[in-house]
């Protein structure tokens, strides 16, 4: 099992490295000014979480443009913020980094190992109450044919 996960694992690591080359080849990043101030929404556990801000920003040529980008609850207006931008311009996720790669794929190999061990641990409870079930079926068959003998005393010992 422990195996089968490593392998699962370096493929899903070598698939999102591939997946993070292809990415950084077109992004471009830049930084945005934030139009409006980024409001905090929800609780302690939400506030990491981004929110979306109307912003300004400069493509590669230096057109500016205007839109929504993703920044963290809390910022006041006229702040920066780094945002990634494709060919035209427009605000896109930021590339898969190596690290990201690594992280997914260890969580992916800790998910097969335990997806693994929970199925082995099914089939050993079901072989165990199959086993049990035949051996009383035969533990209660040779009682039968025992215990008439034994209830009428013939069967006494030495």
Known sequence: MILLAGVYGTAVQDRLTDQARAEALDPTPTVATLVNAAPTIGSDSTLSMPVEVAATWPDRAGVPHTGTVPAPQGLAADTTVQIWIDRSGAPVPEPTSDGDALELAIITAAITVLAGAIVLTALWCVVRRITLSYNCAA?????????AIWSRGEGRRG
Not at 139 to 147: D, F, I, P, S, T
């Open 139 to 147: 533990w209660e068959r040779e009682w039968r044919e025992v215990a």
